[in-house]
Nanobody, 124 residues
Framework: QVQLVESGGGLVQAGGSLRLSCAAS????????VGWFRQAPGKEREFVAG????????NYSDSVKGRFTISRDNARNTVYLQMNSLKPEDTAVYYC?????????????????WGQGTQVTVSS
């Protein structure tokens, strides 16, 4: 089992920044790829960013490429999502998820464990 806890969400004005954290406990975190997903009200969950076990493979959705940066610190069992130049359409609940020995896939069903989510609200 891997337990994931997201933090760092909040209310920010358009153009601002937030850094989300995904803290893991349980099994060896360094064996898991981590993905960030988001779900806005009335919309389906969508992939945001993913990072492989080694950290060498990183994927972003087109909607966040160039604005968001995913990184991992295995010594702290934590994955980060730095979000810059935020837009109102980035408003959503953000979830992190873990995939054993994965590559940061955009496919949600690939992931075995999910956190409870953190709310990000971007005002215009």
């Amino acid at each position: 089992q891997v337990q994931l806890v997201e933090s760092g969400g909040g209310l920010v004005q358009a153009g601002g920044s937030l850094r989300l954290s995904c803290a893991a406990s349980g099994r060896t975190f360094s064996n898991y790829a981590v993905g960030w997903f988001r779900q806005a009200p009335g919309k389906e969950r969508e992939f945001v960013a993913g990072i492989s076990v080694s950290g060498r493979i990183i994927n972003y959705s087109d909607s966040v490429k160039g604005r968001f940066t995913i990184s991992r610190d295995n010594a702290r069992n934590t994955v980060y999502l730095q979000m810059n130049s935020l837009k109102p359409e980035d408003t959503a609940v953000y979830y992190c998820a873990a995939d054993a020995y994965g590559s940061g896939s955009p496919s949600g069903p690939q992931y075995d464990y999910w956190g409870q989510g953190t709310q990000v609200t971007v005002s215009s």
